[in-house]
């Protein structure tokens, strides 16, 4: 039986209500919004169950927060399709510069590799994060990035986000981090693969195509050995970059079923939850809508969809395209029920 199958079979057998098509398509999208409080229509949504999961941005945090979340849980504990499971409440707390919540991590990622001893460090520093994102219900962690930076100035590096420039000092600090966050039981996700270490210091895919044009040996053996380090301690996530590495595809790395289900699944033997980086980014401005992003990242094999403009009709657009897809074919069904099957076994592995 093809794996995929399978899975889609176990959460057949294991769900609970959440049966609809668009029930399932939601499970698949996360949410964002804007300011301290969670608009109406959200609630709304949540209450229907037709909300995955929620990323947080600066914006969102006040003193309320961990109250806002216990509450957006709670309505979610009410709705027709709740499945025993919380939702997936995650933010960016990568450490140093980027923190979205008050806390730690104080540390950013190359301060970590310039440590005089960085796995040591790079296990503190998971171990505040979780710390920090339990203290306000938040279950998962969008890093570490495990991007090897090749010039000092660097996009990653400008902003200290690398660990550092050889792929050996990444990997020992990512499987550090990932260990202690996830030993508290907070989701950590390896990003950006398979890489953005290569990208110039204007080369940001939020704003901007980019394309990371090194050849397969090198984007193996550099770029891609700290997220087989990541696998093989049990990262629960994998964000996918928007670059174009021509190597392998002309498609943007997240649009791609090579190199999500050829190289991350097949070849890395990844078995968690894929999830895409924002689907409005700038280097996606020639794969129409936001909608239409998600049928594709939904097609190539993502299995979460990161709408993060803050505004709640985004991701509502995104889920009535997924359903939509599902009916007349345009997404494999048993493929994406393989993917609903990944992101429920993650969930089940949270505190209610």
């Not at 698949?28 to 990323?55: D, E, F, R, T």
């Not at 590096?157 to 030993?183: H, K, M, P």
């Not at 210091?201 to 990371?212: F, G």
């Amino acid at each position: 039986m093809k794996l995929s199958l399978l899975l889609s079979a176990v959460y057949t057998a294991t769900a609970t209500a959440t049966t609809t098509t668009t029930a399932k398509a939601a499970t698949h999208v996360i949410y964002s919004y804007p300011g301290p409080s969670p608009p109406a229509n959200l609630l709304s949504l949540i209450s229907s169950g037709k909300v995955g999961g929620l990323i947080l941005f600066g914006e969102n945090i006040d003193a309320n927060l961990p109250s806002t979340i216990a509450n957006i849980q709670k309505t979610y504990a009410s709705s027709p399709d709740y499945n025993g499971t919380p939702l997936l409440i995650m933010t960016d707390q990568e450490g140093g510069k980027v923190r979205r919540l008050p806390g730690g991590p104080t540390l950013s990622a190359k301060q970590v590799g310039l440590s005089s001893d960085p796995a040591s460090t790079a296990a503190e520093t998971g171990t505040e994060a979780a710390d920090t994102l339990a203290k306000y219900g938040v279950n998962a962690n969008l890093a570490p990035v495990l991007g090897v930076y090749r010039s000092p100035g660097d996009f990653l590096d400008e902003y200290g986000r690398s660990y550092g420039n050889t792929s050996g000092l990444v990997a020992s600090c990512a499987e550090a981090f990932i260990r202690n966050q996830q030993a508290r039981k907070v989701i950590a996700t390896a990003k950006h693969f398979p890489g953005l270490g290569a990208a110039g210091a204007d080369a940001n895919t939020d704003l901007v195509p980019v394309t990371i044009d090194l050849g397969l040996g090198e984007l193996r053996r550099v770029d891609e050995a700290p997220y087989s380090a990541a696998i093989t301690v049990g990262v629960d996530m994998v964000m996918a970059s928007w670059a174009v590495y021509p190597a392998l595809d002309k498609k943007p790395a997240g649009l791609s079923e090579k190199w999500i289900q050829g190289e991350l699944r097949q070849r890395h033997g990844f078995k968690g939850v894929t999830i895409t980086d924002a689907i409005e980014a700038g280097a996606l401005g020639a794969y129409g809508d936001d909608a239409a992003r998600g049928v594709l990242a939904a097609q190539a094999g993502m299995d979460l969809i990161l709408a993060s403009a803050r505004n709640v009709t985004q991701g509502e657009a995104i889920v009535d395209a997924l359903t939509k897809a599902l009916e007349n074919g345009e997404v494999d069904t048993e493929e994406f029920g393989a993917g609903t099957a990944r992101i429920m076994a993650l969930r089940r592995t949270l505190h209610v």
